[in-house]
């Protein structure tokens, strides 16, 4: 990977607070618009409950997607910038090192989402992208392998 494919993908993730994520079910998949935090080597950190699919659905199939859209410029030329890609899905421990490390990062991001942490059964994922591609109508398209 470029610095300038690294800065374009860094820069995205930045801008946005939400991404799709879909998960893999017994028979359909899952997609959630989740607020999510980055971390420098682009993970993801999101946050759900144990109750829900997209959880039940990681813990047997790890393996997930994921698409983080940003607009910008005018709407009628429908400037959009898309990453998306493929990534392993882990529980983080909870009230481990890595728990309060990743809490505090998601928080700085998405302060709005502290309430959340009081449920005794939020969980939280970190997902490692294996693959991340790039699309920008005014630039030319890329795909990363990590």
Known sequence: MTEEQRKKI???????????????????ATSTLEAFAEMPEFDFVIILGETTDRFKNVTKRPNV?????????????????????????????????EWSELKAIFLKKNPFEEPFFQNPALRMLRIKPKTIKYADGLNPPFTVEL
């Open 65 to 97: 997607s994921f698409l983080v859209t940003h607009r910008y410029g005018e709407v009628p030329k429908f400037q959009i910038v898309r990453l998306s890609g493929r990534g392993i899905a882990r529980e983080v421990q909870k009230d481990s090192a």
């Open 10 to 28: 860094a820069d995205t993730m930045a801008a946005e607070h939400v991404a799709v994520i879909t998960t893999i079910g017994e028979e359909w």
